[in-house]
Each structure stands twice: as C-alpha cells, then as structure tokens.
C-alpha cells in the first residue's frame, strides 16, 4: 500500500506544470492554522499545487498529560449541630443520698461552624466557633422565669492543623487552638462586668491500629491537651453597671455599689486533660473518655481595715481560697445512626470541685450534679453533601475545642 501511494504522488508531480518562481513575500508565507476535524496544519496554498496532491500527514497534534484531580472539600466541612437531654443524677436517684432535693433536666443546643482558609495536604488552618443555649425544664432556681431560654458563652478559635506523621492507620495530628476567645454572650457573664477570656489551646492525637484490617476493633486514638486563657473584666468582683444598691462600705458610709458580691472572679484559668477513645466497629460504633483538671486563680483583693462593733479587723488580700481547682471525667458511647449525617450517644459527665460540702474531697467520677446524656449530632455538611449527590466529607482527626 504504501509503494502504491508514493507511485500515485509521483505520477501526480509528473502530470503537473513546473511552478513558476514565486516573490520572496509569498515563498515566506506560513502554513494555515490546523483544521477544525483533524487537528492537523493544513498545507500552504502557493497558487500553484496541483489538487492531486494528497496532504502531507502531520499526525495528531500531541495531547498534553491531563492533571490529577484533587478531590474537592466543602469550606465549611465539619460543622455539626447537636441536641442533648442532661439530667442530673441526683434527680435520677442514683448515687449517695443529699439533704434537699434539686431536681435538674435541661435541653443543651450546640451549634459548632467551620471554616476552612487554607490546606496543604493534610495540615489545614481553619476557623472554629461554639454557640451553645440551653433550657431548663424544671423548676430553676437559677433563672428569672420558668422555663427561660438562655444562651451560654461561645467561643471563636484559629485553629492551625499539622499531621506529623501518617502511615495507614498510624497517625499522629497536632492541633492548636491559638488564638482563642471565649465571648460574653451568657446573660450572667454580661451582668458581671466580664469582657471575654483570651488564651490558647494545644492537643495532640495519636490513632493506633488495632485490628487494621477487620471491622471490629480497627483503631484506637489517644492524646491530650493543655490550654490557658486570661480574663478581661471591669473589676476584680462581679459587677453590674445598671445596679445602684445603698451599701456600707469599710470605713462604715453608706454608699452606692454596683457589686454584685464580694467573691473575685477568676483572672487566670489553666487546663490538662487526657483522653481516648476506640473504634469498636468501624465507622459505626465508637466508645471515648476523657479526665482531665482545671485550675483557676482567682483576681487578688485588696489588703484593708474593716470596721466592726469591736474595732477595726484587717483583711489580708492572700488567702487560702485564691487558688481552686476543678477535676472532670466523660464517657460516652456513640453510635452512627445515618452515616455521615446523624450521630447518636449516650455519656456521662462529672465535673465536682476538689473541695465539696464540709470541706471533704469528692469523687472524680461522681458527685450530685453529675450529668447523664442523650444527644443526637447532626452533620450539617454531611446532610447538604447527601442532598446533593455529592462525596462525603473527610475525616477530621482530631481537634480542639
């Protein structure tokens, strides 16, 4: 076949007339752009060629390697909203006997948005906030009316992301909250004098493969985290700008206060916690915990004189009760009712001070006010990714609360 062609195109060149010599501005013209079916150049037009002339083969013009597609995460990946019944279990009846009964059952909203800014690989910085509100539903002592809807204080958080190490299961994540503010948005916090709690926060992860290749048991995670946070307030006690209570004052005037009580608020407050959890069946059933201690530093008082009925007594601005303390312990068992969308779990949560009633120690894992839980998350990015017909989301490893 291909002696045929090169015999025809010769025949072909044989038939044709000689070209005459053509001007040097049309021997420069340049070939034509390729055409639209072939891709092709399409040869010069020298006014000359004979129609016979077959086309010079030029080949397919060379495809450039496509790129790998990334795969494409929501911004906003990781925003979750929950609602959780907590009840005490001194209402419960379970535990040691009290001397009065409080009962306590609340309803607990925690709306938790995302927002990505950046990502390489696996190390991300993202923006993290925390608006919860709750509601108790029987009989406050603590709120003006019944039944009265109050929103708690919310957090917004930086939170830069490294994986330092990563291979299959094995993982280890690095994660800070840096920096981190703590909002004044609760109706006590507000009438307080406070102005919100700037500090820190740093975890670290570790997933551990158990079982990589079964569905019971494949991974455990464990990790801790440390944070300190610096408060901003008005004063050194509670205060309410809009109260104008006739006090008595050290040197025995009467005079107008604003004070709301004579306990300091808490200027310094430290954190380390601990924690775990392991993947009892993959992605379905998972059990945690965490344990952890809060110090807090009280605002020192002023060093005065107090006049009493028997003289003058002066109070010392050190005492003993500046520094205190705060144990906490969680459990919870959580299981994926709809994957990738809603959660449900049901935990524990004890968080006494060191010193109870009379000065005793209490117990880490119960006092009075413990909580039991019944929560249902939802995964809102979950939910908009499964309306739309879209991938779910990437794990997140761990974070910082």
Known sequence: MLALGLFASGAARAQAPEPEPEPPAAQA???APPTLETGAAAPADHGTASPNTPPVDQGVAPQKPAEAKREKKLRWRGTSFSWANRVTAQTLGIGNDYQSSNPYYEWFFSLRPR??????????????ATLNAYVELT???TTTKEHEFLIDDSTLALVPSFTLAKDG????VLTLAAPRYVIPTSKASRSA??????GARAGITQTLPIRSDENVLPTADIGARAGYGYLFSSGNVPEDADLDQLRMNVGGVTVPSDQLNGAALAQHRASAHIFGSLEIYRDVLSLSTEVGMDWFWKFPLAETDVTTGTGEAEVPSQDSGRLQRMVFFDA?????AIRDILTVAVGYESFPTQLGAGGKRQSLFYNTNALFTLS????LDG??????GQKAPSEEVASVR
């Open 29 to 31: 013209s340049v070939a």
């Open 115 to 128: 927002y990505y800014l950046w990502e390489e690989g696996d190390d991300t910085l993202s923006l993290r």
């Open 139 to 141: 009989n406050s002592d």
């Open 169 to 172: 299961d094995y993982r280890t």
């Open 193 to 198: 004098g406070i102005y919100g709690e700037l």
């Open 332 to 336: 919870e068992l959580s299981a994926e």
């Open 376 to 379: 249902l998350e939802l995964s």
């Open 383 to 388: 939910l908009y990714l499964k309306a739309s």
